[in-house]
């Protein structure tokens, strides 16, 4: 039945979940399903897993932009309708796996990839991604689609990508080494818990939208939005004399999360001079060698610099290539800052340490700071 705006509840279907995985497994999965026996990664992109009975899968992972359009999805069927039966999948970095049953087909496959180019010359499915390289950058929505951003996704992580587009092609890190981009602290995906992390920051209070505000938000929720708490109730006066029920922000208690946005729609905070980013460096999920890791505050300010962001690339190739070229093999960038110690980290990195860096919220700051005089000097 089609749609009836009239009864919107008439053939509704509803609760009935995804689909069961179950029934997109290409065959050698399905098959070998829990009865896997080792796997190897044969070049960069490239992995076979070799079943207990000896059956093999090979697969080849290949970068996606994460937003893409239906065209270009179809392209990706079309691929995997000539190379692999029609099944495919997509990583938890949104790259995107095809998987052949023989190594003969691992070539043809690789060749038509590589063949495939946008107009403007780039990649359309760049091969690699696994092992000790840079893989995929998780991001969020930025400009193309969110309300509270501070800075763009797509954009920024476009021209990260581009400048380590080698690292993707290659596993020549001593470990993988994931980056991740968040456009608003509320920090949608991984930033919190990654090697590297481009984060959007504001400089800049609030301004309160007096005509509206007493219309358009739950002014108790917004004054209890704040983690520093720079809000409180006050009257203040409209533009045609009235009074109205509105809050004041104290300026100097405010740190610019803008939570109190997220909110309350009349105090909003994006200011193109003020917004910028931030770069946090040493976080880890897995419990290899060393527990998982927050990533840590680094850089306080780079600017969003549209639309290549070349001081934000330029920041993270000077990390990685020092990380590179210091750290232990296996060793995850965070294990390696904090073998070495961040005050050596900011040394051979030539990163500037500034006030910003330190932590100051509430009793938890105390335990970032030194109670040792363990430390080295620096130049
Ligand atoms: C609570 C459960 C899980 C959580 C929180 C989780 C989280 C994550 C995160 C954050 C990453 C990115 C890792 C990084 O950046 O270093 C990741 C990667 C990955 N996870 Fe999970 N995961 C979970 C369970 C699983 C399970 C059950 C599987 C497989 C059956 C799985 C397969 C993978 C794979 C294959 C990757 C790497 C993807 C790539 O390199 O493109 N995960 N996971
Ligand atoms: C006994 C079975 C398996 C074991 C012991 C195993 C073990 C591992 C280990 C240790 C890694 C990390 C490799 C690294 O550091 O580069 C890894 C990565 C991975 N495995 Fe497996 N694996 C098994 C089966 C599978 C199966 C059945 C699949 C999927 C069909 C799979 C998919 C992956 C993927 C996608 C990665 C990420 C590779 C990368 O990010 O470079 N694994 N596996
Ligand atoms: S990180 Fe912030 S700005 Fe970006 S998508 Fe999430 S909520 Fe929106
Ligand atoms: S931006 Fe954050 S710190 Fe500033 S007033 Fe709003 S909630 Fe408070």
Known sequence: MPYDPSKPLQDRITDIGPKNYEEFLPPVIKKNFGKWDYHEILEPGVLVHVAEGGDKVFTVRVGGARLMSISHIREIMEIADKHCGGFLRFTTRNNIEFM???????????????????????????????????????????????????????GVVKAVMDDLFDEFTSMRMPAHVRISLACCLNMCGAVHCSDIAILGYHRKPPMIDAEVIDKVCEIPLAIAACPTAAIKPAKIK???????????????????????????????????????????????????ISAPKFSKVVVAFLPNNVPRWPETTDCIRKIVEVYAGDARKYERLGEWAERIGWEKFFEKTGLEFTHHLIDDFRDPAYYTWRQTSQFKFTG
Request: proline letters at 7%; glycine letters at 14%.
């Open 100 to 154: 052949v049953d023989d190594q003969s087909k691992v070539e043809p496959l690789k060749k038509d990839l590589l063949s495939r180019k946008q107009p403007g010359g780039g990649f359309k499915f760049p091969i690699g991604g696994t092992g000790a390289g840079i893989t995929n950058i998780v991001h969020t929505q930025g400009w193309l689609h969110c309300h509270t951003p501070a800075t763009d996704a797509s």
């Open 238 to 288: 409209k533009p045609d004399g009235t009074e109205a029920q509105a809050v004041a922000v104290n300026n100097d208690r405010c740190m610019f999360c803008g939570n109190c946005y997220t909110m309350c729609p009349a105090m909003p905070l994006a200011d193109a001079e003020g917004d910028g980013i931030v770069i946090m460096v040493g976080g880890k999920v897995s419990n290899r």
